[in-house]
């Protein structure tokens, strides 16, 4: 797996499992509990070490069925990040959020730990305070947000002497909301990862493809999904997170791993697809 490393050493690989809605099922939205440890063993066994989850994930209920996954892998060979509610960003509750997350993944630790995106009512210093307190105490080794703006970002670096090393935020081919307001190329010149959530919009953009378009896949050879996350991931400081139930579709994404698209292809997706909206459908941006 092809790794991505920040002055400071945090690094992370290109690729990385996300647990959002992956516990969802076609059947009457039930939960097929074996199936969704399978498919983390799974990506686990096709070197995809760092998983992501959150608390809000199906309720608690994900960060369970985590453990379950990784109990018999190495601890040290697996990077797990969470995330704190939105609604639990107060300085106790943060820590307390914590603890519980730790306590349902049967962990001792976090490898990251995300803000999982701003509430005004709570005063962000206060959340950041909460967030310096978890590294001092051993709980989370470095400290992420989401979903944040520049200008919030920037705020939020201010209440904490530990460095914030990534902002998880909306971000492909389609919604195009972080290319506002300088939040790239920021977290470009700021030696911050930029992981990239929704990657491939629901699979919008492996399904469906501007026909301008095709002799790119003619070109590399590869589909449009592959493609769409190169795309991103040639990106300096770019990163992305994935799910899927489907073992085909993870092979698949492995498979975007291969030389750069050119420069100037990039350029010219970046210009020419005519889909793109400077508005997340998904969570704004704080």
Do not use: G
């Not at 992956?22 to 498919?39: G, S, V």
């Not at 209920?61 to 990040?81: C, P």
Request: aromatic share 16%; with cysteine.
């Amino acid at each position: 797996m092809d790794i991505k490393k920040l002055q400071n050493w945090f690094s992370m690989p290109v690729l990385n499992f996300w647990t959002w809605q992956i516990w969802w099922t076609t059947k009457k939205d039930l939960i097929d509990i074996e199936k969704q440890i399978e498919i983390i063993k799974y990506s686990l066994a096709n070197w995809i070490c760092w998983i992501d989850t959150a608390e809000i994930y199906w309720m608690w209920w994900a960060e369970e069925i985590i453990w379950e996954a990784i109990k018999d892998y190495d601890r040290n060979k697996i990077f797990l990040a969470s995330k704190v509610m939105w609604n639990n960003c107060s300085y106790n509750a943060i820590i307390k959020a914590c603890k519980n997350s730790l306590k349902r993944t049967k962990q001792k630790y976090f490898d990251l730990y995300y803000i999982h995106w701003r509430e005004e009512k709570f005063p962000l210093e206060e959340s950041m305070k909460a967030m310096s307190e978890l590294v001092d105490m051993w709980l989370i080794k470095n400290i992420w947000v989401s979903n944040f703006w520049k200008k919030t970002l920037i705020e939020a670096q201010k209440y904490t002497n530990y460095k914030i090393v990534a902002n998880q935020v909306h971000y492909n081919l389609i919604y195009r909301e972080v290319e506002k307001d300088w939040l790239l190329d920021y977290c470009k010149e700021n030696d911050i990862m930029l992981v990239a959530y929704r990657p491939l919009e629901l699979w919008k953009l492996a399904n469906s493809w501007n026909l301008s378009h095709m002799w790119l896949i003619e070109k590399y050879n590869k589909k449009a999904s592959q493609i769409s996350l190169n795309r991103l991931i040639k990106q300096k400081n770019v990163v992305t997170v994935f799910k899927s139930l489907n073992k085909e579709h993870i092979i698949d994404n492995l498979w975007s791993i291969w030389r750069n698209l050119d420069e100037q292809d990039v350029k010219y997706l970046r210009e020419s697809y005519k889909w793109q909206l400077y508005k997340s459908d998904c969570i704004e941006l704080w």
